[in-house]
């Protein structure tokens, strides 16, 4: 007993020893494969499934497709690169510090496991093609079965869109956009075009100190409005925080759908201390969605240059019949500074709309126009208030600046607790 008692004693030891080396063995220092004068990366070097291939050198790919293997990694130290080439992921990772710049004129394609992607790995800011594609790339590193996070560092970013790609960042669920430069639209002709688009995902969070500048200055064209700066449709727990968003074609920020199918709407959507100036339609549209807040956010100058009606702060307003708009929060917003149409607008409901406006400042108009029902205003500055055709109105504790006519105090079903210029109701 005491003789096996040994041997299984060596054994455990034996495969104590063994683990550690059976990890290193899996990590692979990429060698340098010089052909005519340029470190050459080839597929052969790449064979070995759930590897972590350590890259030591600047490699080129010479316009190749590189297939990384099965579960493989790759991992760079400060002085490798990998240009001039196609990338095509296999649940792979990339493993860098944030300060290393890896990447130049690299595509991706395939599917990729990364948690954490920076700008500063590719070659930003040397024209707006390079740019553009390096935006495209770092979603493409991003899967909609894992989280992944994306880091725009500080700086003045250059893109583009056209007919092919009418969108410069396609987010995949689960993704954190973490934007603290400033991504600027060339100009175009495009009728419709978007610098984010979220559509039919779950959990995306867009936030930081950045800006998101359309290209209401320097569009070509003279047809369409819905260049977005973020357009969110048929998706669920959306979270933008804090950026500022400005100068679209159509819309800082549009909410919707994609699929016209009454289920299909978004849901839970927060637009919290977000700051919308200067797009040519609206600030923001909320054309379809449930459980949707917006709180603590800047309504200005909308529809100040190349206007396009309604030119609103807000514009609350279902485009067909399959469209629910339910739950919707208005909280401590401010709307100001020659909104050019409504503060904010709110047309063409259906029954079991319910909108909540409350803690708001509204410097121009507040109109419920065509079929508008369950409204509830509470604790809010009035400048002009027009209303027809609503129902299930409900005003309550709010500062009117100016009077309203007999026509809107008629349609008003609760006014409660307000005051006006010469009286108190």
Known sequence: MIGMSKMMKYAFLLFCISIPFIASAKK????QNFENGKNVLKQSMLTVSG??????????????????????????????????????????????DAAFVIFYGIQFGGDWNVRHIYSTWFNMNEDTEANTSNFRSM????????????????????????K???????????????????IILEGNELESCNIIDIDNRRNIVVHGLGIIMGDVTTHIGDKG??????????????????????????????????????????????IQNVVCESGRRQGLSIIAGKDILVKNCKFIKIGSIKFTAPGAGIDIEPNHPQTITENIIIDGCSF??????????????????SIKIRNCSFDHKLVFWDNSYNIEVE???????????????????????????????????VLKNCSFPKERI
């Open 28 to 31: 692979i220092l990429l060698p």
């Open 51 to 96: 590897a972590e291939y350590v890259l030591r050198y600047k490699y080129d790919l010479l316009g190749d497709t590189i297939t990384m293997p099965k579960g493989a990694s790759l991992s760079f130290n400060s002085d490798a690169s990998i240009s001039n080439g196609f990338l095509k992921g296999n649940d792979s990772n990339i493993k860098a």
């Open 139 to 162: 979603c493409m590193l991003t899967g909609d079965n894992h989280k992944g996070t994306i880091y725009i560092a500080r700086g003045n970013y250059s893109v583009k869109a056209d």
């Open 164 to 182: 092919k790609y009418p969108s410069v960042m396609v987010l995949n669920s689960n993704t954190e956009l973490i934007l603290d430069g400033t």
């Open 225 to 270: 409005q819905w260049g977005m700066g973020i357009s969110v449709q048929s998706s669920d727990n959306v979270d933008i925080t804090d950026i500022k968003i400005k100068n679209c074609w159509g819309d800082c920020i549009y909410v919707g759908q994609s699929i016209r199918e009454r289920g299909s709407i978004c849901h839970n959507v927060r």
């Open 336 to 353: 100001g500074e020659n909104n050019k149409g409504k503060d904010l607008a709110i047309i063409n409901l259906d029954k079991t709309a």
């Open 379 to 413: 604790n809010c500055v009035i400048n002009i208030l027009d209303i027809n055709k609503a129902e299930n109105i409900i005003i309550k504790n709010s500062l009117f600046k100016k009077n309203i006519s007999p026509r809107v105090r008629k349609q008003i079903k």
